[in-house]
C-alpha cells in the first residue's frame, strides 16, 4: 500500500485563523479524500480532492470553509478558513490508488481551536 | 439512503479469546464494498479487511474474517485469538456507486483484558 504522510501531525490554534494541511503520498494515485473525525465521533467526508480541477464537496461543507487544492497525483492540501473551536477535529486524508481498490488513510491532523 | 449501523459503542473480551464486532448496512446499490478499520488512541485508521457485493465467499485476513450475510445486510467483524494490541475503535465502513466514497458507522470501542 502506499505511504501517506501528513502536516502538521497536530496544532493548536486560535479563532478566526486558518490552518493549511498537507498530504503527501509516495507514489501516483487515481483519488485523493479527506475525511473530518470530530472528537468521539466517527469520519465524515469532507471532500474528493480532483486532481487539476475544483473539489466535489459532500453536503455541508463548502469550498469557502474548507478549500482544497491537488496540483499532482501524489499532494493534496486542505485548508480550514476563519476557524472556530467548532472545527477542533482529526483530519485524515485518504488515497485509492486505482478505482475499486481499498481505501487508505493518513496519520491524520490533530487541530485544536482555541 | 445508505447507512452504516454498529450497535455496540463497546466490547469487551478475554485474551485469546474470539470476539465479534457487529455491523448491518442499508443500500439500494447492487454493487458495494464493506470495510473495515482500527484506530488505536494515536488516531490513524488502519485497514482490516474488505468484502465486495459480489464475492460469495466471506472475507479472511490472518485473524480478521468478516462474516458477511448478504440477505441481511449484515457483515460482522470476526477477531479471533485476542491480543492485547487488538484494543482500540473499529469501524465498519461501506462505499457505494463505485466512487470509493466512504460511509462510516459510528464505531466500536473493543477493550482486550489480560
Known amino acids: 500500500s502506499a505511504v501517506i504522510s501528513q502536516k502538521p501531525s497536530r496544532d493548536i490554534c486560535q479563532r478566526g485563523t486558518s490552518l493549511t494541511i498537507q498530504c503527501q503520498v509516495d507514489s501516483q494515485v487515481t483519488m485523493m479524500f479527506w475525511y473530518r473525525q470530530q472528537p468521539g465521533q466517527s469520519l465524515t467526508l469532507i471532500a474528493t480532492?480532483?486532481?487539476?480541477?475544483?473539489?466535489?464537496?459532500e453536503s455541508g461543507f463548502v469550498i469557502d470553509k474548507f478549500p482544497i487544492s491537488r496540483p499532482n497525483l501524489t499532494f493534496s492540501t486542505l485548508t480550514v478558513s476563519n476557524m472556530s473551536p467548532e472545527d477542533s477535529s482529526i483530519y485524515l486524508c485518504s488515497v485509492v490508488a486505482r478505482v475499486g481498490e481499498t481505501q487508505y488513510f493518513g496519520p491524520g491532523t490533530r487541530l485544536l481551536v482555541l | 439512503a445508505q447507512k452504516i449501523t454498529q450497535t455496540q459503542p463497546g466490547m469487551f473480551v478475554q485474551e485469546k479469546e474470539a470476539v465479534t464486532l457487529d455491523c448491518t448496512y442499508d443500500?439500494?446499490?447492487?454493487?458495494?464494498?464493506l470495510f473495515w478499520y482500527k484506530q488505536p488512541s494515536s488516531g490513524e485508521m488502519i485497514f482490516l479487511i474488505y468484502?465486495?457485493?459480489?464475492?460469495?465467499q466471506n472475507a479472511t485476513e490472518g485473524r480478521y474474517s468478516l462474516n458477511f450475510q448478504k440477505a441481511r445486510k449484515s457483515a460482522n467483524l470476526v477477531i479471533s485469538a485476542s491480543q492485547l494490541g487488538d484494543s482500540a475503535m473499529y469501524f465498519c465502513?461501506?462505499?457505494?456507486?463505485?466512487?470509493?466514497?466512504?460511509?462510516f458507522g459510528a464505531g466500536t470501542r473493543l477493550a482486550v483484558h489480560p
Open positions: 443500500t439500494s446499490d447492487q454493487s458495494y464494498g
Open positions: 465502513a461501506m462505499s457505494v456507486g463505485g466512487y470509493n466514497k466512504l460511509i
Open positions: 468484502q465486495g457485493s459480489y464475492d460469495e
Open positions: 480532492a480532483n486532481q487539476g480541477s475544483e473539489a466535489t464537496y
